[in-house]
């Protein structure tokens, strides 16, 4: 889809890798982000991480995790569209706090931190790491609803592989053991949302210092200011602290701190996750070809969890259409059927007294009495016949 086909309305921003903007899409009138990235005189290698954040966007679908609609080429720029989130970043819901001085509800950053765990557990459990994890990567939706974002340096790791040496990230939120070059796993990402934690928290990162290898040896350190006793002894210890463990062993799974803050959501729970990792997109010698090479739009895809889960149970939409054309037929057989006359409305009658309501009973119970005599009256022949013959036999 070219780029007329979108009207930009302002920037939102602008990174390493390119600009985003926001932008509604003409033939359906919604809002959508935009990011460009411009290829010209980029080398190979971050080519590769842009649509590495290609694959990695159209493979996942989670309600915490950027939706992927679409990605193209044009004029040498390739153009990723993504899920809108009006609300801004964590990073930006900081700033606010710290600019109004006052400290964010405990409420609210449990259920923002909920998303974010729900969101690295989807991702691990597929095998991949964020690599980038930080407030300004956290995108707000709708109903302050977090999605992870910006998967440019994300690793898809391959069967068997567990371990990362790539000394990557933003240095405010990097791991001891990234710091140290030594290899890393996902506790990588874990650490990282121990940092946002903190930092939603007391409106500054947990680590700082004046140059980047002072700040190596503080993180490596793993000391950090109390957080303020506003927040409950959970949120400190269980969340906050158990993340920022420097042994990275010592750190909790994403699974176990969306348990933790509250979530009933298990890594399996297919209403909640749909995953089919695309396979490598390699950057062709001529990259003039890259558009050939990028996964299909997404637009007409199902946006709800619940619709994934129906996707899930036809994933043959030949076998879906067919489906749907029985109910339709069948929904049109009984519109179509005679109705039965309705009952003329029962004029609005007084309740019945007590009085009334006995006579009714003792009517209703003479009746019964009524019907069993006859029932014993009638079967009174055979029963002696019965006991005749018995009595005969003996």
């Known amino acids: 889809m070219p780029l007329r086909d979108f009207a930009i309305l302002h920037k939102l921003g602008k990174g390493t890798f390119g600009t985003v903007y926001k932008v509604r899409r003409h033939e359906d009138k919604q809002l959508y982000a935009m990011k460009r990235v411009k290829l010209s005189n980029m080398p190979d290698v971050e080519v590769a991480d842009a649509l590495n954040e290609v694959r990695v966007l159209a493979s996942v679908k989670h309600a915490n995790v950027c939706g992927f609609l679409e990605a193209f080429c044009e004029s040498s720029e390739l153009v990723v569209i993504i899920d809108f989130c009006e609300r801004g970043d964590l990073s930006q819901r900081i700033d606010r706090a710290k600019r109004g001085r006052r400290l964010i509800d405990e409420g609210?950053?449990?259920?923002?931190?909920?998303?974010?765990?729900?969101?690295?557990?989807?991702?691990?459990?597929?095998?991949?790491?964020?690599?980038?994890?930080?407030?300004?990567?956290?995108?707000?939706?709708?109903?302050?609803?977090?999605?992870?974002?910006?998967?440019?340096?994300?690793?898809?790791?391959?069967?068997?592989?567990?371990?990362?040496?790539?000394?990557?990230?933003?240095?405010?939120?990097?791991?001891?053991?990234?710091?140290?070059d030594r290899p890393y796993t996902w506790s990588a990402d874990v650490w990282a949302l121990g940092c946002t934690a903190y930092e939603l928290c007391a409106l500054r990162p947990p680590f700082v210092a004046r140059s980047l290898p002072g700040l190596g040896r503080v993180v490596k350190s793993g000391k950090f200011d109390a957080l303020p006793r506003t927040y409950s002894k959970e949120l400190r210890d269980d969340v906050v602290g158990v993340s920022l463990c420097v042994s990275p062993q010592r750190r909790p799974s994403a699974q176990k701190l969306a348990q933790v803050l509250g979530s009933t959501v298990s890594p399996q729970d297919s209403v909640a996750t749909d995953v089919s990792l695309l396979k490598t997109i390699k950057v062709p010698n001529n990259r003039q070809l890259i558009g050939k090479v990028l996964p299909e739009a997404q637009y007409d895809e199902p946006r709800s969890p619940i619709a994934w889960e129906e996707k899930k149970q036809f994933p043959d939409p030949r076998k879906k259409a067919l489906l749907d054309f029985g109910r339709k037929i069948e929904q049109s057989k009984a519109a179509a059927a005679p109705q039965a006359p309705a009952a003329p409305a029962a004029e609005d009658a007084p309740s019945p007294t007590w009085a009334e309501r006995r006579k009714m009973l003792e009517k209703k119970s003479a009746a019964l009495d009524a019907r069993r005599a006859e029932i014993a009256r009638r079967a009174a022949p055979r029963d002696e016949h019965l006991r005749d013959s018995s009595l005969e036999r003996h």
Request: charged share 20%.
């Open 108 to 180: 609210q950053i449990r259920s923002w931190l909920r998303g974010i765990a729900s969101g690295l557990q989807c991702l691990h459990s597929h095998g991949i790491v964020h690599r980038d994890l930080k407030p300004a990567n956290c995108f707000i939706a709708d109903n302050d609803i977090v999605r992870l974002g910006d998967f440019n340096v994300s690793k898809v790791l391959k069967k068997n592989q567990c371990l990362m040496k790539t000394k990557i990230g933003t240095p405010y939120y990097m791991a001891p053991e990234v710091w140290d």
